[in-house]
DNA sequence: GCCTAAATGAAAACCCGTTTCAATTACCAT
DNA sequence: ATGGTAATTGAAACGGGTTTTCATTTAGGC
């Protein structure tokens, strides 16, 4: 995600280019861990004093909806989220540090073909998420 | 997830077995769509009149860390529950009506190893989850 | 049938996230 | 530039789901 994906696209959709929505975008460019909403919250508030948690909450929303953030889903909770890097890629998190890596998405056509013709579920979306040790943490 | 299995590995790691979790596990066990935790606590005080939902939190937390349960990850939330009916499996949710069926998990380790080569992490979970419409909701 | 540690339920506490609403502000048309 | 307008915002109240606390009960080994 560059910071110039995603004021053009909120642009493009017709949503005002706000100092806290850039805020928000700045700090999800900035980091390579996932990020709850409080603290986006608080690194926005660095670039944006007087940026709300309630506002932070719908940015994620939109952001999320645009394809520039996704939610992180771990074992200990759901609340977190991390910078889309690579669209049409999903994440890979490391336990110890909470890195987050983009992987692409590759060789899964096949699993899925496989499963709608045994099952003959029109399949409509998929959420793959790896976890692991970044070698840092290793 | 078969009622035996559970019983015996609750047994196996030193639980003790209790009607409340027995309950659970029979709710589970007969249920083909995903759960809420009040949902599993409706039903499971059929079957134990007094269970209470606190317990059934426990108990969706002990059978989830023995992979009798998963959790559903959906945009609308992360508060639901599924049975596990194939280990080493996923589970494919249908967006209509919320049946989850279970499909073996095929066909990743290419992915995962192309992974590992290219960033050095050392994958050690992953979570796959297909959405999409069942043949009667389409 | 005891004994003891594990398990339970009710209530309170907690926390995350959403709604409400009045005030502000980005952006388009002039 | 300026003004008008609908979108956006922040504070506070609210809501619901989940966890903690703690006294009581109970399963399972002796």
Same mark, same amino acid.
């Given at each position: ?11 493009? +959709?017709? /949503?005002? *280019?706000t ?14 861990? %996932? ?12 670039? %944006?004093? !007087?940026? !709300?948690?309630?506002?932070? /909450?719908?940015?994620?929303? $939109?952001?999320?909806? $645009? @394809?520039f953030?996704?939610?992180?889903h771990?074992?200990? @909770?759901?609340?977190? /989220?991390a ?7 999903? %994440? *890979?998190?490391?336990?110890?540090? +909470? ?9 899964l056509?096949g699993?899925i073909e ?13 959420? $793959?998420?790896?976890?692991? $040790?970044?070698p840092?943490?290793?």
């Open positions: 995600m560059t910071e110039g994906d995603a004021t053009t696209e909120l642009r493009v +959709h017709g /949503y005002k *280019l100092g806290q929505r850039l805020a928000v975008v700045r700090v999800l460019r900035e980091a390579d861990e %996932h990020l709850t909403a409080s603290q986006v919250f608080e690194r926005g508030r660095r670039i %944006h004093p !007087g940026l !709300g948690l309630t506002t932070v /909450y719908r940015t994620l929303d $939109l952001l999320s909806g $645009l @394809g953030v996704r939610r992180v771990l074992d200990e @909770g759901c609340q977190a /989220y910078p889309v890097r690579e669209r049409e890629g999903h %994440h *890979l998190v490391c336990q110890g540090c +909470h890195r987050v890596v983009d992987f692409p998405c590759t060789g056509t699993l496989e499963t709608r013709r045994r099952t003959g579920f029109a399949v409509e979306s998929h959420f $793959l998420e790896l976890v692991g $040790l970044c840092a943490c290793q």
